[in-house]
Structures are given as C-alpha cells and as structure tokens.
C-alpha cells in the first residue's frame, strides 16, 4: 500500500476558478443552454454526456457542435475533484479515494465490490462524502474527531459516483475484451450510499439535488431504492425527506439503546434524545411504508452487553426495520476496540430470538483505512511530518 501527501500547492484564486458544470441541477443547465441561444434539446444531449456517457472534457462531447463546446468551456470546468491518493485493498474488493477539492480542502469516497452472494446479485457500492469533516463529534469516528470544514456543493458530491464509475467501467471492458465476461454479466454501479464523511441531512438541499441526479433516468439512471441515505438523527430533516418524492433507503445510526450510553459517544443526542427520534422514526414509517436501517457499531465493553441487546430489542419492537452491527474498525487514537467474535454474536442472538432482523456488516478495506475519514486523518498527518 503506497500513500502520497496531498499535494500542498495553494489553491487558485476565487475569482480565476471557473464554476463547475455538475453543480447545475436541470432547470439551470436548461437556462444556461439557452443564454447560449440553443434549443433545449442540446442541454437535454449535454445532460447526457456528463451523466450518462461520463464525459470528462468537453471536446468529448461530439454530440455538440464545436461552437457550442468551446463557449462551454470558457465558461465551466466540469469535475471539481482531483484525486491526491488512491488506495486499492490486498483482496481487490475496496478501493478509497482520498480527493482534493479546488480550496484544499480533503474528503474520501470508498468504492466496494461485492460478488455473487446467495440470491443477492453482485454489486457495486459507493460510499460518498457529502460534508468535508463533521460538525456532530461522533467519538468513534475519524472525521468527528477532525472538525467540520465546509459543505460539498452537489457537483462535488456527484463527482465522487462518477469517478468510480470510471474505475468499474475501464475493469468491465478490460474482462469483455479479455472474453472473461459478456456485457450483460458486468455491473455498473449499482447502489450509493451517503455514509462517508459528513452527515447528509446537515447539507440537505445539496444531497437532494445530488440524489435527482443520479437518480435521473436520462444520465446515471441509478434507482431511488439503491441509495441510501444515512443521518446520525437529525429530526427535523428525517420529518422532511419522508415528504420527498424519492423511495430511498433510509440509515439511522443509532449506536446505543438509551441516553446516557448514546450520549457518552454521539453528542447529537443531548439534541434530539431518543424518545424523540424514534417517534420520528415511527412516523416516517407509517408515511412512506419503507423500513428503516439502524447502524450500530459494536464498541467492546461500551454498548454491546447483553443489558444493551434487549435495550434495543425493546426500543425496536414492531417497528419495520433492519439493523446493521459493525464491530468498530479501530481508529489510531481512539479508545474503542473491536468486540470479540463471541460478544457480537450473542448481541445478534438476543435481537433474533426478540423477532429484529439483522445483519453483521462485511468488512471491506480494513487495510486501506476504510472505516470513514481514516485516510484523510493519515493523509494530514503525512503531510505535517512532510512540513517537518
Ligand atoms: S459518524 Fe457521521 S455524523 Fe458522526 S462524526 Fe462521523 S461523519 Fe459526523
């Protein structure tokens, strides 16, 4: 595993910074298209190329005509990401990408492949950023303990699913090439989720026009149902998306089954205790009829004991849902280790025999640092020895 410094050149000015084609929703590149006294079928051609064809350059675009090609590019950029460090797994299954953003400003996406398994087709899954750090201070989490920087536009959040949609497209034709595979046998990206750094439902109106692109059936085409949106509870937001047209997935990271627990690691939780959000999360069930995921990372010793089990299975009772147990991936300076095999299933015993679905999380990409804003916390850290 190599790991390069970010490179440490300052950012361009803002005024010589040329915006970003992917931060446009449809309405506004419709607009843009006619200012250029075109008809909206060539924004309908240019929406396609970004989105669906994956264009990187606007001279890629040859559906467009020259003219209308360079009058684009004096006026946009298309990505806004650069990749600093790119990791890849010993077991090939996850790649991380550590991106710069044009302020220097860092944020990681992680892309996952995960084979045939029983019924479950194979899958592509990216986790994306939505946030450059976090603001809610979870104590079992790399990005918490770094701070909130800023918001990600939607074009940086999209950006991310494009770039690894690169990555799966240039594999997938290397194995038809190589006669290993036939079109049809090669999945694309098949599910996003809003997991990496940041809390999703802080940036709201940029992860909602994020989520129309790339469930838009004319550029990625990417189901409603295949991306999920994790919140570590934010109510009144979780109030808000059950009123949104999309059938997402929705993830709550519950993490503990009462207050004083929850609160010691997720200080989000003195905000909205959890008699509240589960009464949100009761609620948004009977409005959109989808179950609900909960996340719960198994901390040894701290909310994985049988007492906290039958917590939660109360807490969860007749309520439509999943929960999801992730024993801890250890962070370099935090105080949490990873539970015992044994522990962890006796936790997955208690919910069973109380009637809670649920599910052990496949570990990807421990040896990249994959657990979310681990690489970028390395990276800074490189980068301070680099400066000496
Ligand atoms: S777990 Fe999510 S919400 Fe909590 S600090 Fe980390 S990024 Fe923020």
Redesign the pocket.
Known sequence: MTLTSPNPDPAPPEETRLPSILDLNEDDLTYQVSRLGQPAFRSRQLWRSLYHDGARSFAEMTTLSKQLRSELEERFTISPLESAVELRSADGSTDKVLFKLHDGELIETVLMRYGLDGHRRARRTVCISTQAG?A???TF?A??QQGFRRQLSPGEIVAQVLHMRRVIRAENSELIAGGAAKRDEVPEITNVVFMG???PLANYDNTMQSIAVMNHGQGMNIGARHLTVST?GLVPEIRKLAREPYQLNLAV?LHAPDDESRSRT?PINKRYPIARLMHACRDYVETTNRRIFFEYVLLDHENDTPEHARKLAALLDGLLCHVNLIPVNPTENGPYERPSDRRSAVFREILRNAGIANTVRQEKGIDINAG??QLRARALDDAVDAAG
């Open positions: 976090c809610l201070g979870c989490c990005t918490g750094m940041g809390e570590v990271s997720m979310c804003g």
